[in-house]
């Protein structure tokens, strides 16, 4: 009996035809579900919800955490010195920010790579991206950039509206801040990080200070974080000097206490407003520079 | 006395070969990872063993026929002050964005090197003088080089800076298979000319005036050589940074093993070169790993005490 | 009229400054050297220190270029062909200039050492190393006694024995005119003896020989004439006889009381000093 006598089976071998075709047409899909532009230009191809990330930066994988919330074995890797959430210093490292080890990227086998302009090396992203991993750049380095980082490693994760909501309450947020700052004197500031370096107008503190209202002494140095002589510290005289430590490093804010107080025509030393920060928050694109904000506010200007 | 050397040369080359094969190996399985896939292997490490013997035989050969010119075997790529050169030309590429990428290649490191060797082939010219004016010419440039980068380093920014600092003291992270492939084609034709030279290397061997006398039109070689050795090492350095201590230590060794004659003496260091760059890069990858150590820094580590003894029983000998 | 083998004239070389015009920091080393050499003679070159021999012999060999713009001037002709701007390799198998310190910085053997004075003359890249090759450095080296030194490192040499290695590796050259440059001066007696008669050999075999000595003892054994050098000029020449006289000797060194006395063996006039 001739097989496509019944239309059954004309039926049956229709769809299985379909059926392969739309089978192909979803594993296809699956692999590059959509495609993303990322903060360089440049087009990503990404799948829905990827499962294996690796943040190459410590900003990125708090970021990354705070998106993932529960799920934070779909982070692969993080960079090392990732410290927060403390639950991510469990994952493997891929090495230090400015230069990690592609080989160890390699073998994690990532679906999707957060990367930043800002402390990646150029090169060694492109050769990530030559061996057609996906990776999605980020631009960490300036303050008006947070809210498009955020969305853009939101719409990464596959977690778009969670990415505009914290966009939404960080802008919040900052403008509480800076309608308290409106009302406040602007008072000359001097953010130090190291021995003689400090932050300049490029540099992410630079914008948090602006924001509380108060003004950069260094603002004007074109690089982020200028070696400045102590002659020019002297002449600037800034009123205040805040000492931006980062861990533990009680130390190191003890001894520019005293260094600095060996100079006491210095105004901030007259009038004892040498503090010490002690706040990664203040450096993580994250909702938490909320945190570290309210926390330079509250050190130069008191409880409010 | 040729029939001789026969079975000692195949014994020689055929270690040398084992020795090469031996640290590829080693070099492809041990990396940063301890069970790697094969794209690992494909995509990372072969392109990096590649990488890491093209440069090691370009800086072995370069420095035995520097040593052949200054009949001196405390000569060092490093003493014509060309890896300075290429060094900043990298460097001040970076720092303005003229990066030209030609298959991974900083192409700014191969100019730096072209120009400060023309400096040097113009001085080469007025050297009546001779070997030594050209060596302290060299050695200025080194400085010259070394002090501009350093400036260059303190004016600039701080991403710039970390990158630089990566890259200058000896980078092989940086290797994709198109570019090692490339520089192993410069590295082995550039390598084949400076083999072609090898009467008159011997002859110099002699000092130059012993050249002379044999029949060498010195200045003619001097200004070939330095071409070809500055172009070299050029390639060289714009590939994995500056890189010492191989073009002073592969000769000094192969030199043991086979004698001081150029025929047989550039092959063999051509390929413990690759051998012992091979070694150290995998080194630089496996001691502090997911860091990874500049591989100049392996090589300055093992290279500078041999250095020392090689100098020390020189003056043994010469007292 | 007989074509001299070797005709050096009016060699002029300078050292320091190259312009024209600034003559204050030159230093002549020499001016206007004239002279020609036969086919089979030994002449010795004598005159105090910095009067110009090495530079001299250096300039015959090449190993100073004649540069027009350094301030050199000159010609030089071997058998009637111009040998000043000939190319180096071929002047090196025409001329043979031996120094006085054989040197190496790098382990070389012996016969090594000699066998470049073969294959520095050579083309092409195998190192095909022919028989002839092999016959001269082996007849080179039994001549001037070091073939049995032919494995050892020269630096393992004494400066005597390296020295030897050193004439042998000009010879091997294939060159007919030698120079040497004091290449005696580190031998034992022994050596110097037994050399000065290969010497007499290869003058015989029509080898044209020009000595520098510092030992005047020495060189008088052996070379027939002699050319007085002062100051970079050519002050006096003629046989050895001649030369070696208290007159002529005066006029090298004026403050110094010699006697001319003779070897009673071969004849040949010795120089004692005065107290």
């Known amino acids: 009996m001739p097989f496509y006598k019944t239309k059954k089976n004309r039926f049956v071998d229709l769809s299985a035809v379909v059926g392969v075709l739309l089978f192909f047409a979803l594993w296809g899909r699956g692999a590059s579900a959509r495609e993303m532009q990322d903060s360089t230009g440049t087009k990503v191809n990404l799948v829905d919800a990827p499962q294996r990330i690796v943040a190459l930066a410590p900003s990125l994988g708090e970021l990354a955490a705070d998106f993932l919330k529960q799920d934070l074995n779909r982070l692969a890797g993080v960079s090392e010195f990732t410290d927060y959430p403390p639950a991510l210093k469990k994952l493997p490292s891929v090495g230090p920010y400015n230069h990690f080890s592609i080989e160890k990227i390699l073998s994690l086998k990532p679906d999707l790579i957060l990367a930043t302009q800002d402390g990646n090396s150029k090169e060694q992203v492109l050769h990530l991206r030559e061996m057609n991993l996906p990776v999605v750049t980020v631009d960490t380095g300036s303050f008006e950039e947070i809210g498009r980082s955020i969305r853009l490693v939101s719409q990464a994760i596959g977690v778009p509206r969670e990415g505009d909501r914290m966009v939404e309450q960080l802008n919040t947020g900052l403008d509480r801040i800076k309608k308290r700052a409106e009302s406040r004197p602007h008072l000359k500031v001097m953010l130090q990080l190291g021995d003689d370096i400090v932050a300049g107008r490029k540099s992410f503190l630079n914008d948090a200070l602006l924001t509380v209202g108060a003004t950069n002494v260094y603002g004007d140095s074109n690089f982020h974080y200028p070696k400045v002589a102590l002659e020019d510290v002297l002449h600037r005289d800034p009123d205040a000097i805040v000492v931006i430590v980062f861990g533990d490093e009680m130390r190191t804010f003890e001894d520019m206490r005293t260094r600095w107080n060996r100079y006491p025509q210095l105004k901030a030393v007259k009038n004892k407003r040498i503090y010490l920060l002690r706040s990664d928050a203040l450096i993580r694109p994250t909702l938490r520079i909320l945190e570290g904000i309210a926390l330079l506010e509250r050190t130069l200007y008191g409880k409010d | ?319 | 009229m007989e074509t001299s083998f070797l005709q050096v004239c009016g060699i002029s070389y300078a050292w320091g400054s190259r312009s024209e015009d600034d003559a204050k920091n030159r230093k002549i080393a020499l001016d206007e050297v004239s002279f020609e050499l036969a086919k089979g003679e030994i002449v010795v070159l004598l005159g105090p220190n910095g009067s110009g021999k090495s530079t001299l012999m250096k300039v015959i060999s090449g190993i100073l270029p004649l540069v027009r713009a350094d301030g050199a001037s000159g010609s030089m002709r071997y058998l009637g062909q111009n040998l000043t701007s000939i190319p180096q390799l071929r002047r090196a198998q025409l001329i043979a200039y031996i120094g006085s310190d054989l040197r190496a910085q790098f382990p070389m053997s012996a016969e090594d050492t000699v066998f470049l004075g073969r294959t520095c003359q050579k083309f092409g890249f195998l190192r095909r190393v022919s028989e002839e090759d092999i016959r001269t450095v082996k007849w080179a080296m039994e001549l001037c006694f070091c073939w049995d030194l032919r494995e050892r490192n020269l630096e393992t040499l004494s400066g005597g024995e390296r020295q030897l290695v050193a004439l042998a590796c000009g010879l091997a050259q294939g060159a007919r005119i030698l120079l040497l440059d004091e290449t005696l001066s580190k031998m034992d007696i022994n050596h110097q003896a037994a050399v000065g008669k290969v010497l007499k050999g290869l003058a015989r075999d029509g080898y044209t020989i020009l000595l520098v000595s510092h030992d005047l003892n020495v060189a008088s054994e052996w070379a027939e004439r002699a050319i007085l050098l002062k100051s970079g000029r050519k002050v006096a020449e003629g046989s050895i006889h001649e030369m070696v006289s208290e007159e002529k000797l005066r006029l090298l060194y004026p403050n110094t009381g010699v006697v001319i006395g003779r070897n009673p063996v071969t004849g040949a006039p010795k120089v004692f000093f005065d107290r």
């Open chain 2, 1 to 319: 006395m040729e029939k001789i050397r026969v079975s000692k040369l195949v014994t020689t080359f055929g270690f040398g070969a084992a020795a090469w094969v031996v640290t590829a190996v080693i070099a492809l399985s041990w990396g940063a990872v301890n069970d790697p896939s094969f794209e690992v292997i494909r995509q990372v490490r072969l392109p990096r063993a590649i990488l890491a013997s093209a440069i090691g035989v370009g800086l072995s050969v370069a420095g035995a026929a520097l040593q052949a010119l200054f009949a001196n075997p405390l000569c060092e790529p490093y003493t014509l002050g060309i890896s300075s050169g290429a060094g900043l030309g990298a460097v001040l590429g970076i720092s303005f964005g003229f990066q030209w990428m030609v298959a991974g290649l900083t192409g700014t490191a191969f100019l730096g090197a072209i120009v400060f060797s023309v400096v040097l082939y113009l001085i080469s010219l007025k050297a009546k003088g001779g070997n030594t004016t050209l060596l302290l010419a060299g050695v200025m440039l080194g400085f010259l080089g070394s002090s501009l980068v350093t400036l260059w380093i303190s004016l600039s920014d701080s991403n710039g800076v970390q990158n630089a600092m990566n890259w200058l003291f000896g980078d092989l992270s940086r290797a994709r298979l198109g570019g090692s492939l490339f520089t192993v084609a410069g590295v082995l034709s550039l390598t084949a000319l400076l083999w072609g030279e090898w009467r008159n290397l011997d002859g110099l061997l002699m000092g130059e005036e012993g050249a002379a006398a044999l029949g060498v039109d010195v200045r003619q070689v001097r200004r070939k050589v330095i071409v070809l050795v500055s172009l070299l090492i050029g390639l060289c350095v714009s590939a994995g940074g500056m890189i010492g201590f191989i073009g002073l230590v592969v000769p000094h060794f192969s030199r043991r093993m086979i004698g001081s004659l150029h025929l047989r003496l550039i092959p063999l260091c051509a390929i413990w070169g690759a051998a012992t760059l091979t070694l150290a890069d995998c080194l630089a990858r496996v001691v502090v790993r997911p860091y990874e150590l500049p591989v100049g820094v392996v090589t300055a580590l093992i290279g500078a005490p041999v250095f020392l003894w090689i100098m020390l029983k020189r003056q043994e000998r010469e007292s």
